[in-house]
Structures are given as C-alpha cells and as structure tokens.
C-alpha cells in the first residue's frame, strides 16, 4: 500500500489477511470489483512503509508546498482500505457464538474498524449476491489482466512520485503516513496541476469509507478552479465497453467524498474512536522527521490529522464532469475517453443501497433479468439460488464453457 504522494499507499501484504490494491474490471474481470470485499479478521502491522521526500507541504496559512510522499509496507494492509489495530490495543471484543456471527451485519463482521472502501460499494452495484459469497467463501484468483491494470497504475503513479522506505511501528504511524500523502498530494495539485493515487478517507452517510483516487486535475484555464477526477482503466482488447455503469458509479463516489471532506470539518474523535487509535500516539522519529521536512511538524497522530483537516479546508469541490480513460493494455495507448456529469442524487441512492445491505437491513439482491449475462462469467454460478431453477435460462450458462469477452481491468 502506498501512502500518498501522488499516489495511494501501496504495499506488499499477507495474500490470505488483507485486501489488494483495488482493482475494477469489466466481465469476468469485474470480479476484481470486490476483490476488497474478502476482509481478514485481523490484519498484520506493517512493518516498514515508503514516504515520498523532497516535498513541502500545505500550511494552514501558507500553501507552499510540491508533492512527494508515498509510503509502502512489505507487510500488513496494503492501502487506505486497511488500518490495523492501535498500538498496545487490546484483542478485538470476546468470541460471540457462531449463530450470532452469522447473523452479524457483513459490515460489523468484515469492516470492523476498517470502513467500507469504495471498491466494496462497487461490487455490491455489481452484484450482492456474489459479494456475499465472496466475504463467506473467499476471493478469486486475479487474473492476468488483473495484475497487468495494476502495474500499469505502478508505472503512472511513478511518473510524478518518489518514495523512500519509512520504518512505522503500528496503526497509528501507517495512519499518519496516509494522511501526509494526502497533505503532499494536495499541495501538488494546487501547485503542479496534478496529483495521483490520492488516499481518501471519510464519513459517509453514518458510515467511514475509504478509498483511492486514480488522477485529480486542476485546470488551468478557467478562471474558478475546481479538481477533474479521473480513473484510468486498462483493456485487453483495442474496444471500448458498451457501458462501464461501475467505473462511473466508482468515480461519482470519490467525489462524494472529496465534496464532503472539503465541505465538513473532519470529525477527528469519531475517527480515533472508530479505528481504535490514540491521538496521542508519539510518532515514530522517521515519520516526525518527514513531517517536518515536509513543512508541517507534527509529533504526535493528532497533530498530523489537524494540519489535514487544515488542508481539506483549503480545497475547492470537485468539478462535475468525471473522466473515465481506457488505454490499451498491449501498448498503453489511449482507447478513448468517457466523460460524463455526476448526479448527485444517483450517488446518494446507490451508496444508502449498498448500505441496506452492508448492514444488514436485508439479504442481498440479484442483478435484474437485463443483466442475468452476468452469472456466466460468476464463479459462483453453481451454487447460486438464481440459478436453482433448471428451466431458468441463467442455469444453462457455464463460466468454463463461455469464452471472456473484453476485459478492462485497473
């Protein structure tokens, strides 16, 4: 996972405990939507963490700052999405039985003290029923096309990043180094114009949620300025998709929570409590080092969460037109571009959905009878009660039997 300079946190992590980079796909691919879904029910402390140098960052007053942080772990979660436990916190609360497991809200039992990532929103759009069996029984394996998207993002995150490799020593140092590369990553896109893997982390309808932004651009030619999100998606084909209804969803939701980040004071105590982490936690010396390099000393978590909260006050919205790319993953050349207005009304909808089902407000649903294609490319066809009934046209689909259309993966 990388903390932000220019890019979100990216970290080599246990394969079995924590969730990838996400990653977004189209088709058989789109499974790679929830590969965030399968949680752990702990996560490992990371052990060391990268952190982009050479920058200044934002100040409450004096907004002189370029990018340049970005912190990586080789052990335990891997991005945003994943916060481990606060130092010398004790084990999570007693074992409950099995029965009240099961019924436990998916939210409570595979996000606690985590939040919902953005990729956990997307593939609920995507289908429930299939995240379901994901959180129960386990992701799929990524694919060829998979982990070529993500080393496509490697390359354009390294293109305006630099990173060093930062010793922390628990939750609260990783959770510090997330909020720096948001600071750095910010003071970059006021300055230079544009930033990338920008970590996000908010309070959404009652509930956290994280996430990590692909690109923001500032355009320079108009006269009030407001940051262009945009998503780049990598095919295998030289086609572009009929419709990519997840990608659009997955950016309108960014926004939602950039919007709300620059809008609303951060409520800091909501975030110590849920996440289990001393505010007054002394920093580890490299990280106290970098933050003062990086133009905002801080000794302690609190201290860097306030010089945040300064930074999104700074900030203007998002602008309302989102970008999605589409490069080809043969050579990297541009397919071609959607760009599309956000509704904010669309957003709010689909994210108190998705919730109903998170929390356990009722059982996940089905995709409707236009988009039953779907279970043929679900590995989880077989077992599906949709497709319990033989005379039911979902049921004469097999995965193994029908070849994978296009694929765009991030």
């Known amino acids: 996972m990388t903390t932000h300079s220019s890019s979100s946190p990216t970290t080599t992590n246990s394969e079995e405990k924590t969730a990838k980079i996400p990653i977004e796909i189209i088709s058989e691919e789109e499974m790679a939507l929830i590969e965030a879904a399968f949680a752990a ?11 982009h140098r050479n920058s200044r960052s934002i100040r409450a007053i004096t907004l002189l700052s370029k990018r340049g942080l970005s912190a990586c772990t080789t052990t335990g979660p891997p991005d945003i999405e994943d916060s481990g436990r606060a130092c010398g916190s004790n084990s999570p609360s007693p074992q409950k039985s099995k029965r009240n497991r099961v019924m436990e809200p998916f939210l409570h039992r595979f996000r606690k003290g985590r939040g919902l990532s953005v990729t956990d929103l997307t593939g609920t759009e995507w289908c429930e029923k299939q995240t379901e069996f994901i959180l129960l029984f386990g992701k799929p394996k990524r694919t060829k096309a998979m982990k070529a998207g993500s080393a496509r993002h490697v390359v354009l995150e390294e293109e305006v990043i630099k990173r060093v490799k930062v010793q922390v020593e628990c939750a609260e140092d990783v959770w510090a180094l997330k909020f720096m590369n948001f600071i750095v990553g910010a003071n970059q896109l006021l300055f230079d114009g544009l930033t990338r893997e920008l970590p996000l982390i908010g309070f959404v309808e009652g509930v956290w949620m994280v996430g990590i932004i692909d690109e923001l651009r500032m355009p320079a030619s108009e006269s009030t300025r407001f940051p262009v999100l945009v998503d780049t998606k990598t095919r295998v084909q030289a086609t572009l998709p009929v419709k990519n209804l997840c990608g659009r969803y997955q950016l309108m939701c960014y926004k939602y929570m950039w919007d709300t980040l620059v809008a609303d004071k951060f409520p800091s105590q909501k975030f110590f409590d849920f996440f289990s982490l001393n505010p007054n936690h002394i920093l ?3 990280i106290r080092d970098n933050t003062a390099k990086s133009g905002f000393p801080s000794e302690t ?5 306030r010089y945040f909260g300064n930074s999104c006050s700074l900030l203007p919205q998002a602008h309302d037109q989102l970008l999605l790319r589409y490069e080809l993953q043969e050579d990297q050349s541009l397919l071609g571009e959607d760009e599309f207005a956000y509704d904010p009304d669309l957003v709010k909808d689909q994210i108190k959905s998705c919730l109903e089902f998170w929390l356990g407000k009722r059982e996940a649903s089905y995709p409707p009878m236009e988009e039953l294609w779907k279970c043929k490319f679900c590995k989880f066809a077989s077992v599906c009660p949709v497709n319990s009934d033989p005379n039911d046209s ?7 039997h029908v070849p994978s259309p296009d694929l765009t993966s991030k």
């Open 301 to 305: 978590l609190s201290d860097v969460v």
């Open 284 to 286: 580890s010396p490299e």
């Open 394 to 400: 979902p049921s004469q689909t097999k995965s193994e």
């Open 41 to 51: 029910a702990s996560a490992a402390m990371p052990a060391t963490s990268q952190l």
